[in-house]
């Protein structure tokens, strides 16, 4: 008898303790239902019977098919089959070659698990838990925000207007189209829900959405900065640990819609009535605008969710149109070399990032009174030392990451928001600042970039006559994080390469610090700058550094140590130039972009300072006009620009007077 089989069972003709007819079940000592020995087999029953059994159960299971309009009835996948009190669990008779019984044989069901798993109640425990996961796996899938500080109990709480249509649309179609729909639509789900998953972590990290056209080589650069700061199996593991978790949305997802669209058609009238009364509640809260606190019960979240990408990605086609007309424009192009930077003639000019000195470094209430602290004190040992500092904003394109993307905005004097953008720069023959100090012949262009490893084939494009990257500063200590050599030593590196040499041209820098990037733990102190020696010494230093792991657990923490970062940068800068800066040297410093929002507490501001300093006093005459605050600390009502338009002014500023 199979366990899949429901047998025929002859009525009992005994009572009162009667002995039971030949073939019936008894029960065993610990209560298992236990068959005696079927007489009908010695007897050799033919298969036929068992045939005939088998055909007419058949029968019956068809007879119940749940989904009316289906011409092949739909297997139900919830639907299981049960052992009755009289049927034998775990047990399957094996017959000799004689056609008895040759002994039985236990399962896998056999045992007290067996039982369990074969138990009614079990299986419809089972049953109707992994439904209700289902139902709130799609009910999350369509109602989570796509940014963290959005996601509250009363999110979960509304109506989703997707939800009601799909609904609807599942129960009116046939069963095959059906069927396509709920695997197509729960794969669509899946796909928004790991998109919403993306945008999380570019809103934590950019404020801003991830850019389905544009963004796609940020993916590389999050996982050399995962290797960099955490190392190559941190690397390897996050990367395996989002795969998994991609695959396992799609898959879960799809399957939780297939289940419950399977339980919707077995109960059509109470699904049909729950999605009419949903439908209508949908509408009445849309009209009527009623809200759970802030909270809109009614969304079509979904709908302009997915809107908006086809508009971002309609835009990033559009924008390499827009971007080409506006870089043909450029008001120097036919100026004469002997006319351009006159005024900075004879001058050493570096122009020097700070990475991620954004305007929350001074502005925000937790920082404040530390970073004017040590802009205060830098703009004093400068003064003592002969010169004079003007400060103000600029709006860069990006927040919390992209500094490629400010550094070719401010040298460029276009607006490079996104890669695209970049790329298209890049590889055209548009004039940076850098390469119209190269053009004039009067000085020799280099770059200070400790935060480049490897090739960067950029780099020929800014015109700059020599590079030193990581490699080529001399410096034999420690990464802190992702940073491969301290502010501290990139300047003195400078110095001993570069602008302490003796019998050279003037020079023209492009420097980029790296100390204040992100995670900012471990980061370096200032030391003598006699002791720097190799970069050994950070060894030493490194190891009474936080650990990032710990910091990050705590955004106060990580506030804290980005605001040490930021003093450590600066100070790296005030004091370089008051130990090695003279009549000729001007220092044109700033922030690359604002931080994280961990750190701007969500404030999406992208203000970041700059600060002019030099000691001729004929070089700042030149900007007296732009408003500019005294010292290094910028005003809060000091004059604000975007970033793209710096180029042209300092140009103007610092070209032939009328």
């Known amino acids: 008898m199979s366990l899949f089989t429901r047998p025929h069972q002859q009525p009992d003709r005994t009572e009162g303790g009667a002995e039971p007819d030949a073939g019936t079940e008894t029960a065993g000592p610990d209560g298992t239902p236990r068959a005696k020995h079927d007489a009908a087999a010695d007897r050799g029953t033919t298969d036929r019977d068992t045939d005939t059994a088998t055909t007419a159960a058949g ?23 049960t052992a009755k009190p009289d049927d034998r669990a775990g047990v399957v008779e094996a017959r000799d070659g004689s056609g008895g019984t040759g002994g039985t044989a236990r399962g896998v069901g056999a045992g007290s698990l067996g039982r369990w798993l074969h138990h009614p109640r079990a299986v419809r425990g089972v049953s109707v838990g992994t439904t209700v996961l289902a139902g709130l796996l799609v009910v999350f899938a369509l109602l989570v925000p796509n940014r963290i500080e959005r996601i509250e109990f009363a999110s979960f709480l509304r109506i989703p207007a997707e939800g009601v249509l799909l609904a609807g649309l599942l129960l009116a179609l046939p069963a095959r189209p059906r069927r396509i729909t709920a695997v197509v639509a729960g794969a669509f789900l899946g796909l928004i829900t790991v998109l919403k998953f993306v945008d999380m972590g570019f809103y934590q990290v950019l404020a801003r959405p991830f850019d389905l056209v544009l963004d796609w080589i940020l993916i590389e650069h999050a996982t050399d900065f995962l290797r960099e700061t955490f190392g190559r199996t941190g690397q390897v593991l996050a990367v395996i640990g989002v795969i998994a978790l991609f695959v396992a949305v799609l898959v879960l997802t799809t399957l939780s819609v297939v289940r419950l669209t399977n339980l919707m058609v077995r109960h059509r009238p109470v699904a049909a009535r729950t999605t009419l009364i949903l439908g209508t509640a949908w509408i009445t809260c849309m009209t009527l605008g009623l809200q759970l606190g802030t909270v809109p019960i009614a969304t079509k979240g979904n709908a302009e969710f997915i809107g908006n990408r086809v508009e971002q990605v309609r835009a990033g086609l559009a924008d390499a149109r827009v971007f080409g007309k506006q870089a043909a424009v450029d008001a120097f192009a036919k100026t004469p070399p002997d006319q351009l930077l006159t005024g900075l003639r004879g001058k050493d000019v570096l122009f020097t990032f700070i990475e991620s000195y954004g305007r929350v470094a001074i502005d925000d209430p937790a920082m404040a009174e530390q970073t004017d602290a040590v802009l205060a004190e830098g703009t004093s040992r400068l003064q003592s030392a002969g010169f004079a500092s003007r400060s103000g904003w600029l709006q860069s394109p990006v927040t919390g990451a992209g500094s490629w993307l400010a550094h070719s905005t401010f040298l460029s004097g276009l607006w490079i928001k996104n890669q695209q953008r970049y790329r298209s720069l890049t590889t055209s023959d548009r004039m940076t600042l850098t390469k119209y100090f190269g053009r004039t012949g009067a000085w020799r262009t280099v770059g200070i970039v400790p935060g480049v490893r490897r090739a960067w084939p950029e780099g020929r494009f800014f015109g700059l006559d020599h590079i030193y990257d990581s490699e080529h500063l001399g410096y034999h200590g420690p990464y802190f994080s992702w940073t491969p050599v301290p502010d501290q030593f990139s300047m003195e590196a400078f110095q001993r390469l570069e602008h302490g040499r003796k019998d050279r041209e003037p020079i023209m820098a492009e420097i980029i610090l790296a100390s204040s990037h992100n995670p900012w733990s471990p980061i370096a102190h200032m030391i003598d700058w ?75 501001g992208k203000d970041v300072p700059i600060s002019i300093v030099a000691k001729d006093p004929k070089v700042l005459d030149r900007v007296a006009d732009w408003g500019w605050t005294d010292g290094l600390k910028p005003a809060k009502d000091a004059p604000r620009w975007g970033m793209d338009k710096f180029r042209d002014r300092f140009m103007t500023a610092y070209g032939p007077q009328p």
């Open 59 to 81: 029968a019956d299971t068809a007879a119940t098919d749940p989904d009316p309009d289906a011409t092949t009835p739909d297997p139900d996948p919830d639907a299981t089959v």
């Open 530 to 604: 006699e002791d720097l020696g190799d970069g050994s010494v950070f060894h030493r230093i490194k190891k009474e550094g936080t650990n990032p792991a710990e910091v990050w657990k705590d955004p106060e923490k990580v506030r804290a140590e980005y605001r040490k970062a930021i003093e450590y940068s600066i100070r790296s800068l005030t004091e370089w130039m008051e130990r090695y800066g003279d009549e000729d040297t001007v220092l044109v410093f700033l922030g690359d972009h604002q931080p994280v929002p961990t750190v701007t507490a969500g404030d999406t």
